[in-house]
């Protein structure tokens, strides 16, 4: 009930700094979320009606009743050609019924000893692996991120200007292994590639990233040739 009635945005005072305390629980967050969908959706499906004149003078008659001491609702005289209800009298008369209207679905929604259930959460994220590389100057780097679930490798480069002839040339050294290449890749912009089986199991948490400038005729290489431009560490996130 605390979670509709903080969707409904009824709560004052002590109950309302409770609820704003308790939106930190996830859970309560997402009875709050569920009740303000529930409640938008009851709104959709009520529509719309224009009350008939009748009713807006029997508001302004109940809201003035020291102007119409001992009058027959039910008997009302013909409508003036400016009824002549206050706005703030309308207005007022709107809201309490809104908020009944409100009170009311949130009672006759909320099942009695079944706790409402809130919506299934989304699934969390699965863990990547990311690399950022940057060399002593600034100016050339490397960030790269390795989605292990679908076997993608993504990198954004910046400043790998190589000399003509050559081109940088990605690798992977495991902590007790020898490089191994992961191919060519451009000298700057963003790129995304497929990544083998076996290149997948070199790339865990602790293996390093590293770019030299290679002969791009002949790649890929069984060694890199120094000096090592850029080199960094895979972590999980």
């Given at each position: 009930?605390?979670a509709?009635?903080?969707?409904?945005?009824?709560?004052?005072?002590?109950?309302?700094?409770?609820?704003?305390?308790?939106?930190?629980?996830?859970?309560?967050?997402?009875?709050?979320?569920?009740?303000?969908?529930?409640?938008?959706?009851?709104?959709?499906?009520?529509?719309?009606?224009?009350?008939?004149?009748?009713?807006?003078?029997?508001?302004?008659?109940?809201?003035?009743?020291?102007?119409?001491?001992?009058?027959d609702?039910?008997?009302?005289p013909?409508?003036?050609?400016?009824?002549?209800?206050?706005?703030?009298?309308?207005?007022?008369?709107?809201?309490?019924?809104?908020a009944?209207?409100?009170?009311?679905?949130?009672?006759?929604?909320?099942?009695?000893?079944?706790p409402?259930?809130?919506?299934?959460?989304a699934?969390?994220?699965?863990?990547?692996?990311?690399?950022?590389?940057?060399?002593d100057?600034?100016?050339?780097?490397?960030?790269?991120?390795?989605?292990?679930?679908?076997?993608?490798?993504?990198?954004s480069?910046?400043g790998?200007d190589?000399?003509?002839?050559?081109?940088?040339?990605?690798?992977?050294?495991?902590?007790?292994?020898?490089?191994?290449?992961?191919?060519?890749?451009?000298?700057?912009?963003?790129?995304?590639?497929?990544?083998?089986?076996?290149?997948?199991?070199?790339?865990?948490?602790?293996?390093?990233?590293?770019?030299?400038?290679?002969?791009?005729?002949?790649?890929?290489?069984?060694?890199?040739?120094?000096?090592?431009?850029?080199?960094?560490?895979?972590?999980?996130?």
């Amino acid at each position: 009930m605390l979670a509709g009635e903080m969707a409904l945005g009824v709560l004052e005072g002590e109950a309302l700094a409770e609820a704003q305390r308790r939106m930190a629980d996830r859970a309560f967050a997402n009875e709050v979320a569920w009740w303000r969908h529930r409640l938008g959706a009851l709104s959709e499906k009520a529509g719309s009606v224009e009350p008939s004149d009748g009713v807006w003078r029997a508001i302004d008659l109940r809201l003035n009743a020291d102007d119409h001491q001992g009058a027959d609702i039910h008997r009302l005289p013909p409508p003036r050609e400016n009824p002549g209800p206050s706005r703030w009298s309308i207005a007022t008369a709107l809201a309490g019924l809104g908020a009944a209207a409100a009170a009311i679905a949130l009672y006759v929604s909320t099942p009695g000893p079944v706790p409402v259930a809130p919506p299934a959460e989304a699934p969390a994220p699965k863990p990547v692996l990311i690399a950022q590389l940057q060399g002593d100057d600034g100016v050339m780097r490397l960030a790269s991120v390795i989605d292990p679930a679908s076997g993608r490798l993504s990198l954004s480069i910046e400043g790998l200007d190589a000399q003509p002839g050559t081109a940088p040339e990605l690798w992977v050294v495991p902590q007790d292994g020898a490089p191994v290449s992961l191919g060519l890749i451009p000298q700057a912009g963003s790129t995304e590639r497929s990544l083998s089986a076996e290149q997948a199991d070199l790339l865990v948490p602790g293996a390093t990233l590293a770019v030299t400038f290679e002969d791009e005729t002949t790649a890929p290489h069984q060694a890199p040739t120094p000096p090592i431009v850029l080199a960094g560490t895979l972590d999980r996130v």
